[in-house]
């Protein structure tokens, strides 16, 4: 395995105003560009897809990149009749039905705070990754600590930079002040 990306989003990162929730402005800003930019990852797997309407927004952009098929998954039997395209129920805690180029897991693993569930999590989504794996976590909710040691990456510094507040924020006033994001980038080969 080898890691292109293992760092902290900036503000100098491109964003897609759009998307003005939370930080996913510049987490799905990130996936779309990394997508239209590579031919070869043509089915991707959107784990944990979401069930807020900024999600189906962000459905549907990745739906209109030419050459991709979309599958999207979720642990939620509520979302069995939504508009998502190729939907199916998945635990992405459990091992994967099948391989895919491009695995996405956005702003999933914080919420586990199991140090064990986020590692069998990251075996198993890297399991069902053909060649491309994107995480992004939010940062303090997901211990540094623990990527390192999972990805076998014990050196790996991060320069940190909150994105969600100061004068170089697109939400300036929001109430999370030590709020970052990580972003791993993995290519598997």
Not at 108 to 133: A, P
Not at 138 to 162: A, C, H, Q
């Amino acid at each position: 395995m080898q890691i292109q990306e293992l760092r902290f989003m900036t503000t100098t990162d491109p964003y897609d105003l759009s998307f003005q929730n939370w930080s996913r402005c510049y987490e799905w800003e990130y996936v779309l560009n990394v997508l239209k930019s590579d031919p070869f990852l043509v089915t991707v797997h959107n784990t944990a897809c979401g069930e807020a309407g900024i999600h189906k927004q962000f459905h549907d952009k990745l739906k209109a990149i030419p050459g991709k098929v979309i599958y999207n998954s979720d642990v939620r039997t509520s979302l069995i009749n939504t508009q998502f395209d190729n939907f199916h129920l998945c635990n992405i805690i459990e091992k994967p039905i099948r391989k895919y180029d491009c695995v996405l897991c956005i702003s999933v693993l914080e919420d586990f705070l199991d140090y064990n569930i986020v590692n069998s999590t990251i075996k198993n989504l890297l399991e069902q990754t053909e060649k491309r794996l994107i995480i992004t976590c939010d940062y303090p909710g997901m211990p540094v600590d623990w990527l390192k040691t999972i990805l076998n990456e014990p050196d790996r510094e991060f320069s940190t930079v909150n994105i969600l507040n100061g004068s170089t924020s697109i939400y300036p006033q929001r109430e999370f002040t030590n709020l970052n994001i990580i972003l791993l980038d993995i290519i598997v080969g």
